[in-house]
């Protein structure tokens, strides 16, 4: 059901497309690689550009300095609920450029047997996604003269280099981005034909261990008996973390994880997730982690513990027989619903001292730890939205979750005290951070439809 | 009991320690390094030296050419058990040069609180181990007109290189270097007071395993949980290779694993071995390894298997969230008695593929296969030279077990069929292959009398 007001929003989105395009090329010839200080004053002009053109739709915009790159923010007043969208202006390094087939920042239209696509660094992450929201609202005002809803625009431009100034810059302007609602464009699609909204983040704990044993490395003729082996106290430390069942052993990890609702269960089983193709695709036939349960449901919904990295004694070519002083790991926990990320961290930690033979000792290195992130789905808006996605494309929508952490809704939600809803329309096959990254043109214009489509509902609602 | 023939060849000795210290200090002013090509000339000059020092103590001494360094052979006729006698003319490289307190090759006899020490590189390894034995040699010579036995030198001068040449050599001098017993002079008393013939050296069986997962490098992110993690694998297989006693579970591991004789136990109790020290040394408490072993008994009688290197995954500074396509790890197993290295191998690979996951591949490098080399102590020789050095030192002499491996004693057994007997008067601070190398001037005077009561005792015996 398209309502009144936003038809012909979605014929002048149809209409302007090539204006649109015409826009993000213009975006995307700004090499505003934020990581390589050669190229500050490329993000600058972007940020610039940015400003202009919120300007340009009559939102009230300005470049905000910060010690790294300077945040974009805009305001423009409205009816109904009030909406913070998150883009970023920055993109990535363009190395190996020899592997490019065309300058990365002289971005052209192309036609590829799976459709039209904008070929150039940062088209797809992060300007293309970026602009599907700022080109709806650009369409909105032209036909009605004003925007549906109260909305506030926060572009930040070192998302792709750690984000140094991000949570002191929240800090600092609590109430300039208080909103109720954040909407975030730098997500993908399910696949090409369905839609979806992250609403759950999986959360990340990190623990480097270094077990040590002798003083110094021994030989293993001279020692090699009575001699405390590192390597094989470390080995012993990482098989007992999880049992025969897949299931990791920390006393209390599996606190605060929820069962997947029945109406999550069911929307998605209907996305027809292919665990064969997904595992075949990286020479793989078999779910490895947890009995009884489906591949999907272990990377959206389960907690994990996984060895990132492993050292100890002689590594390089040929044989040394030596028995090493030290062995160490690094140890990851991705953590779902309410796990405590710090009474793990010190649970872990317990464990390992109480496995420790005579002799050896242990030191813990911490590697972030932040909580999951789980939208409440229970306000209507996700409800409105996942329905207003769905009339755009050509499957359903899904609340979905995502495997890995997307730190900015942590921060929203911490600082700002509002969840995000994860929307956007990159493919698999957009080669983000790669050479020749692309936006499909099928993306970049059904992604400002769908944002046409959210706003009418999101400020219809109220 | 000294003999009527031995009495004035020891006094020989003494009397003639200090032109015997002259001659030691001329064959250590040449830097033989072996490793290093620019002095090729002076390992050819230290061949030549010992060529013209055994001529003139009636020998038939020859250098031989080979691909590296050459050989020095030498033939002595004379009545009882021909003796094959082994040392090495070569020395280790001098680097770090600035951490010696003098020119390596300007040696020198300094007083040290314990005692005279002759300073210089190769003065302990082993040109003044080697020439414990010619001296004694000269002496006897001197005395008697003849030597007591039938003698065959043979000096090597790449034995610090890993002795390239050497195997070839024995190969293609099998009858020339036949004898019934070789002596070798390149190992250390028990200690200051206690010297030892080694009758037992441990083999060496090494494999590196590749455990292979996914086709490449995995987002932790994306694919924790469903998908297989090597390192985990790996670390599982390490930590099934031993029991809770600490005992190898490799199917047919102990296979051809001896007991010890009450005669040897009751030997190795009497050289009061401090397991506390030893372990202390190396900032170690409790002896690790088999449960209701000795640390002794463990290094130098029992099998072991150690992980020597493992890597996987990202190991560099702070954390990627990675679960690598692979992990490696070098394993390396010491044998003793008669143990198979052949048949643990193929016991181990199966070991190991039976334990692997879906989805896991493995590969193995094979690294060496050496069996234990164990004397027939049987043989009176054993323990006619073990009383003869017993009565020259302070404390009874030994047999005893040596950790490592000793190639040149499973080369004389394979290729010319021969038992070795170890002895030799280096001590545990004699900086061999380190800045300030030193020889004891006990060791040097007293070994020069112990190889004189072995002549003596062996040459007796038959």
Redesign the interface.
């Given at each position: 059901m398209t309502s009144a007001r936003l038809a012909p929003v979605l014929d002048r989105i149809d209409a302007d497309l090539d204006a649109a395009l015409d826009r993000l090329m213009t975006l995307l010839r700004i090499p505003s690689i934020s990581t390589d200080p050669a190229f500050a004053d490329k993000c600058d002009a972007a940020a610039d550009w940015l400003v202009d053109d919120l300007a340009s739709i009559g939102v009230d915009a300005t470049k905000r300095p910060t010690p790294g790159h300077p945040m974009v923010i805009g305001h423009v007043d409205g009816p109904g609920r009030h909406l913070m969208f998150y883009g970023h202006y920055d993109v990535q390094p363009v190395d190996p450029l020899d592997l490019w087939h065309r300058d990365p920042f002289d971005p052209e239209i192309q036609d590829t047997p799976k459709g039209r696509v904008i070929r150039g660094r940062g088209s797809s992450d992060d300007k293309g996604q970026l602009m599907t929201f700022v080109e709806a609202c650009r369409a909105w005002k032209a036909v009605h003269g004003s925007l549906p809803a109260k909305i506030t625009f926060f572009f930040e431009g070192e998302e792709e280099s750690g984000s140094p100034s991000l949570v002191p810059f929240l800090k600092e302007h609590t109430d300039e981005l208080a909103a109720e609602l954040a909407l975030i464009c730098d997500t993908g699609l399910f696949d090409e034909e369905t839609p979806a909204v992250t609403t759950m983040l999986?959360g990340?704990l990190?623990e480097?261990i270094v077990i040590r044993?002798?003083?110094?490395d021994?030989?293993?003729?001279?020692?090699?008996?009575?001699?405390?082996?590192p390597?094989?106290v470390?080995?012993?430390i990482?098989?007992?973390?999880?049992d025969d069942e897949g299931r990791v052993t920390v006393p209390g990890f599996y606190d605060g994880v929820p069962e997947l609702s029945n109406e999550l269960r069911a929307q998605w089983e209907d996305l027809g997730f292919d665990?064969d193709a997904?595992?075949g695709d990286?020479?793989?036939?078999?779910?490895?982690?947890?009995a009884g349960?489906s591949?999907l449901e272990?990377?959206w919904s389960?907690p994990?513990c996984?060895?990132?990295?492993?050292?100890?004694?002689?590594?390089g070519d040929?044989?040394?027989?030596?028995?090493?002083s030290e062995?160490?790991?690094?140890i990851?926990f991705?953590l779902v619903g309410q796990q405590d990320p710090l009474a793990i961290r010190e649970s872990f930690r317990k464990m390992v001292q109480d496995m420790l033979?005579?002799?050896c000792s242990v030191d813990f290195h911490p590697?972030?730890a932040s909580p999951a992130s789980v939208m409440s789905t229970d306000d209507p808006a996700f409800e409105a939205a996942r329905q207003a996605l769905s009339e755009e494309w050509p499957r359903p929508a899904a609340f979905i979750g995502?495997?890995?952490?997307i730190p900015i809704a942590g921060y929203f939600k911490d600082i700002l005290g509002i969840d995000s809803m994860l929307i956007g329309f990159g493919r698999e096959d957009d080669l983000i951070h790669s050479p020749n990254e692309k936006y499909s043109l099928d993306s970049f214009h059904r992604g400002m439809r769908s944002w046409a489509r959210i706003l009418d509902t999101l400020a219809a609602e109220d």
């Open positions: 999986r990340l990190g480097e044993g002798p003083d110094m021994l030989h293993s003729g001279m020692y090699g008996g009575p001699a405390r082996n390597i094989r470390l080995a012993g990482i098989a007992a973390l999880h665990a997904f595992l990286v020479g793989l036939s078999v779910p490895a982690g947890e349960r591949a272990m990377i389960r994990t996984e060895v990132n990295g492993i050292t100890g004694g002689y590594t040929g044989f040394k027989t030596v028995l090493p062995a160490r790991a690094k990851s991705r033979p005579a002799d590697h972030g995502s495997g890995g952490s």
